[in-house]
């Protein structure tokens, strides 16, 4: 029978599974499958799986409950194999990879950080800082510009925009990876112009969390920073 994966642990965790509900309408009981020195923790996959919240929430409960009792590979909601078997074979398989990351995230969490800058903030000071562009939405305004103007103008607001966002995001990061073990960016959507994932360990945490609250202040007002933690360190598996 189709087997749906929560959680990869080392074999001494404790595996407090009692009082947890697994994911689909009827949730079957959670267990663990062992190999060497790997456990995974599975229940008997529903069928026709959705992303419901309910669902989603116990994905979520299971990680939590793992990770206050030892380090995890949390594994992403919807992760189905064919049988305990399978899932053996995968343990013995990928022993080593995942004894390794194991060790890399032991005693951590995720933090995962998002930015935006207010657009029209950002436009009044490439205007106020560019010659060129606050020249070119002079004559725009004042009628004598070229037929071009607002195309060449365009052109050069949305250069400026990229530079100075790739700028800020690269100052923040610099400023807060001192405190995580390693960092994962992924490519901004939106308005956004940072989204970036922080392992961070227990000892670090609370500078981490005040050093973020800095940034945050220093940069003002005409800046969102959305800061997400702690997370099962999804990003790092």
Not at 41 to 56: G, Q
Not at 162 to 171: H, M, P, S, Y
Request: proline share 5%; net charge negative; charged share 25%.
């Amino acid at each position: 029978m189709a087997v749906y994966i929560y959680s990869i642990t080392g074999k001494q965790h404790p595996l407090r599974l009692d009082g947890l509900s697994g994911v689909g309408e009827s949730p079957a009981d959670l267990r663990a499958v062992t190999a060497g020195p790997l456990c995974a923790v599975v229940s008997d996959a529903p069928e026709d799986l959705r992303p419901k919240r309910r669902d989603i929430i116990a994905h979520q409960e299971v990680q939590k409950r793992l990770m206050a009792d030892g380090t995890v590979l949390p594994m992403r909601f919807g992760l189905i194999a064919e049988n305990d078997e399978a899932v053996r074979l995968a343990l013995e398989q990928n022993a080593a990879d995942y004894t390794d990351r194991l060790q890399v995230l032991e005693g951590c969490t995720e933090y995962h950080l998002k930015a935006s800058q207010d657009e029209d903030a950002l436009l009044r000071q490439i205007l106020r800082e560019s010659d060129v562009a606050r020249e070119l939405n002079d004559e725009i305004r004042g009628g004598t510009a070229a037929p071009d103007a607002s195309l060449r103008l365009g052109e050069l607001v949305a250069q400026e925009v990229q530079a100075r966002q790739e700028a800020l995001a690269a100052g923040v990061v610099e400023a807060l990876r001192p405190f995580a073990r390693t960092l994962d960016t992924s490519q901004p959507t939106g308005s956004d112009f940072l989204n970036v994932s922080f392992l961070v360990t227990e000892d670090q945490e609370e500078t981490f969390l005040a050093s973020e609250l800095s940034v945050a202040h220093q940069m003002g007002d005409d800046f969102d920073f959305r800061l997400n933690g702690p997370l099962p360190p999804y990003s790092f598996v």
